[in-house]
């Protein structure tokens, strides 16, 4: 499923007029399609007696509310209509809805909004169909009061419980950014049209939505697919089962283990000693071959016991960290699997002295004959310190930062990353020439080609130590079989983050250790794979 800017939104459906979809059949198809899905709701939900206020906005998305208010009445519903401005009288949604019965106030001829009051107290479904995608500065006047008073009504243990639905998005988000007003009331449900947009997936957005459905508003595949082809758009799609499954690598069964390829874990400290080998355990677990470590002396005995079946390269004067002398065993020996290993740099290295200048001596010995390369952790902090250090790594690296790493290589703020998580990940996947995996809730992978795929996951038990160097032991294993690194790093990301869905699923929110991930792995492949 796509996901899409309002840009890019606004301009489909611009297309989809020209070629003779109107904006008005598009507006009747987006609020019937919302209606049909509340219908099903109140069922579900268990509402014998459902009494829907639908709240008005004066643009479409206040249409579309007209349409499904309309709708539901002629269904035999229950229905009031509060109007935050008053409709024009020639208004065809309006006329429909009058024509229909619907009782109807609005915020101008309402007294310090004593109706609103009476109409939200007895309503048990509060439909927000007040502003959609062109929200663009903070709320204030009538429209801040009537939110309140629906915060109000949704807070209130003397009466009933209140369902809210949102049409498009709650009121106050950012459709782009997922920024979120401070008065913006969450939804249990929110119908979005064609597609979801980029701000239902950004935080704090993304937790105001509740469950968010998607409904047609009758713009077909072909004329998606002409808008886009002929579009200077991004291409970002929202990862499901199938766009995970037609990636994952074949199996063989005649294969050996030269068949599924090498990774090379290069990290390891005295203060990080866990870090590689819980890398290599989720490289092996989603299909690698062989796994081998390079890490320091002090690192080996836990990592041997946690992961006995990897192999470990012998290095010279590394006792406690990574120094330069390392470097020339681990050039020989990717030298001699030229062609069958992928890398990944970075799970536990440090920041130490020697470090850096082993990193400095590295890089150049990564250029050529490698399925790929991950930089994870402080690999990232290393290279954010070397000048246009995007020139200094293999053209389609993978880059799996933070928040606080991305911050570190693009020298830009945490808070102006998050501020925008999608578009920083396409834009930098983009000027650098590499594959980015902005991490945290709804992961981001971006490529060269503003191509980018984001996570439906956004799960707490994860944000736990270890988690991230699963991932991209993940991803490492999935380009040693060859995919590509993108596609790697797509399949990486859904198959760890799944793993921590299912372990939620069991245990709750908190308590996961990051190594509990790596057992459930290959039960996730097994079913991505049915």
Not at 255 to 280: D, M, N, Q, W
């Amino acid at each position: 499923m796509e996901i899409l800017s309002v840009a890019e939104m606004r301009a489909l459906e611009r297309t989809a007029d020209a070629r003779g979809l109107s904006y008005a059949q598009m507006m009747q198809n987006a609020g019937q399609g919302a209606a049909q899905i509340i219908r099903q709701r109140i069922e579900a939900w268990g509402i014998a007696h459902p009494r829907i206020l639908v709240l008005i906005g004066p643009g479409n998305n206040g249409g579309d509310g007209l349409v499904c208010a309309t709708a539901l009445a002629n269904a035999g519903l229950t229905v009031q209509c509060y109007l935050l401005r008053p409709r024009p009288d020639d208004d065809p949604v309006y006329l429909a809805a009058r024509a229909a019965g619907l009782f109807m106030a609005d915020a101008q001829n309402d007294m310090r909004l004593r109706v609103l009051h009476q109409m939200v107290t007895h309503a048990n479904i509060i439909v927000d169909a007040l502003l959609g995608t062109g929200v663009s500065r903070p709320i204030e006047g009538d429209l801040r009061a009537i939110l309140r008073e629906v915060n109000h009504r949704r807070r209130s243990t003397n009466l009933p419980p209140c369902k809210l639905v949102a049409l498009d998005g709650v009121t106050g988000m950012n459709y782009d950014t997922g920024g979120l007003d401070p008065v913006a009331v969450p939804a249990d449900l929110t119908i979005t049209f064609h597609a979801p947009k980029r701000g239902h997936y950004c935080f704090p957005a993304a937790q105001a939505c509740g469950e968010l459905v998607v409904t047609s508003i009758g713009i077909e595949p072909g004329i998606a697919e002409d808008w886009r082809a002929g579009a200077q758009c991004a291409d970002v799609r929202l990862a499901d089962e199938a766009l995970v499954r037609a990636r994952l690598p074949a199996r063989r069964r005649d294969a050996h283990k030269g068949t599924f390829g090498r990774v090379l874990v290069i990290g390891g400290c005295s203060e990080y000693l866990g870090a590689p080998a819980l890398a290599a355990r989720a490289a092996y677990r989603v299909g690698a071959g062989l796994v081998a470590l390079a890490v320091p002396d002090a690192v080996k005995p836990s990592a041997a016991v946690t992961c006995p079946e990897a192999i470990f390269l012998t290095l010279p004067e590394s006792s406690a960290a990574l120094a330069p002398p390392s470097h020339a065993s681990i050039a020989q020996w990717l030298a001699l699997a030229t062609g069958e290993s992928a890398v990944l740099l970075g799970p536990g290295l440090g920041q130490a002295a020697p470090t850096v200048a082993f990193l400095d001596a590295l890089l150049g010995s990564l250029a050529a004959g490698l399925r790929g390369l991950v930089c994870d952790a402080d690999a990232l902090n290393l290279l954010a310190r070397i000048p246009a250090w995007w020139s200094h790594v293999p053209a389609q690296t993978v880059l799996t930062p933070h928040p606080g790493e991305m911050a570190r290589l693009t020298q830009r703020s945490a808070s102006e990353i998050q501020g925008d998580r999608i578009e920083c990940a396409l834009q930098y996947a983009e000027a650098w020439g590499h594959i980015v995996v902005l991490k945290g809730a709804h992961t981001v992978i971006a490529a060269p080609g503003r191509r980018g795929v984001v996570l439906p996951f956004a799960n707490p038990a994860l944000a736990t130590a270890g988690s991230g160097d699963v991932l991209a032991g993940c991803i490492a294993g999935f380009m040693a079989q060859g995919l590509s690194p993108f596609d790697a790093a797509v399949c990486g990301a859904y198959v760890h983050a799944a793993a921590g869905e299912r372990w939620r699923a069991q245990h709750g929110n908190a308590g996961l250790l990051a190594g509990e991930l790596t057992a459930l792995l290959p039960d996730i492949i097994r079913a991505l794979s049915m």
